[in-house]
């Protein structure tokens, strides 16, 4: 018997009858629509840097394995039971949902999703929001969102009810829509999995986001688990007692990667920004060394970089940073502050309440909202680096009769798209003022656009400013001795670095203990800015290095290789 002169089954849906003249390119076209809808949903892109998305052209995989969801219950049941199309709906619009947050949140705060830390910081942030706002306003708002839940449950269900109705029978009937069916079946299994040949037809999935953080909560909340997946933290037992008292600040500058050594012609361009840098140095009184290091990321994700940096862990796998936030485990903050330190996060890059400080646990914690900029916005990035590190300066001094500061720094201006590029503002009490530049500086910084196609230029004269600020900041006057370590958090995107390019990143140490400066140039480190090769080790390494060299313990005697074994007769 054909499949449409089935009898009706009980629980089944009756299709909605349909005029005896409607032509077919209607039929088609409703089809048509119900499948782009749905696919959109579970392919968008994020509109970068805003909370809008985008469509992709790619199939989503996700909408492939609910269509053969539909061709199945269609063929079992004869079409789509109500219940089976609520359960299918409510789940299609739970994907669609964790489709958006996987493609936004990185977008508007540079990091992955993330329901252990988002699903308490949501709640807060909304609440926290509606007391600031008069009671229509709160209710037109949940109105609103639960308006847009609606819409979308009802938008997904008619369009799989016309795909159940409309398209499925005419499928199961055709020997070639079926073969292409089993296809796209096959391949987005393939792209599940990880083959890279089906990238350019099928988009990312949604579903391991969901895995993940399944095995996120699993870890994090199962005894033991935690310890069998993180790698065991240093010590932090350092006396610290090679610092002598110093302040230490640790500044991660964004996107500062080998590269800016490596690539042909980056060496010239930035020579007269080094040379000013390294004479404010002898200046000073103080000497630098230099190396390389291995990042824990690449391109994105600096988050990665810190903490690796801060926990002493190789975090280069996502999951393990996301699960260190789970934990107290310690990290130099923690070891700092119970040597006596004040510690301070200054985090620009940040103007919204940030629930994973909470692990951080600064005594002095700095977002963009505290910092205060009243200046001119210039790019996506708007508080520039030398006015935080400025900024900082004001609100935690350093003084001769306080206790000594950690101060750790990700700076965000040189992140991509690298433009604009910032003015220096050599008066460094007007750059703390409503005006730190003049109009025609801005002007002309606005006036560079963007271009997405190369922007290696723009990358140059980025880090040339970092140079110029870092040189300006240690030209300032101080009252007690600093440490100051600059670390690139990760390398440029590809389209700079190159394809292949190693994760190395500098490292720069600037300071006026001759003790301490030899015993990093005894674990590698070498005289100047030019770091040099072999790398030595990763982020994580580096924190060793400088707990030993805190601590003021001796660089370990090379190994010695064993005598060879006398042949015997």
Known sequence: MALADRPARPGVPEPAPQPANAPAWRRALRVALAALFLNFLLSLNNWWPTPAVWPDARFAPEFVYTWAVLLLCVALAGGLRPRALFALSLAYVVLALGRYFDVTVPALFGRPVNLYWDGQQIPRFLWVSANGLPWWA???????LALLLCGLYRGVRASLAVLGRDAAPVALRSRAVLGVSALLVAVSLAN???WQASWPYISRPVLPTYARQAQLFANAFMPGRVERVLPASPAFDSALAGLNGADVKIVMLESYGAVAFDR??????LAASRAALLAQVERNGQRMVSAFVRSATFGGASELAHLSLLAGIDLSDPMRHDLLLTTERPTLITLFRSRGYRTVGAYPALSWDWDEKRFYAFDHFLDARDLGYSGPKLGYWWVPDQFTIARVEELVPARAGTPPRFTFFPSITSHMPFNPVPPYQADWARVLGAEP???TEV???????VNW????????????????WLAGHLGQPREREELLVLVGDHQPVANIAGDGAPWDVPVHIVSRDAALLERLVERGFKPGLAPQRPVLGGMHDLTRLLLDVFDGRPAPAPATAPAPARATS
């Open 138 to 144: 709160s209710v037109g708002a949940v109105l609103a």
């Open 192 to 194: 599940l999995g990880g």
């Open 264 to 269: 042909p012609g980056a060496n010239e361009a």
């Open 437 to 439: 530049f003049d109009t």
């Open 443 to 449: 002007e002309r910084a606005l006036a560079e656009p």
């Open 453 to 468: 196609l190369d922007m290696y230029p723009a990358y140059l004269r980025m880090i040339d400013y970092n140079y110029r």
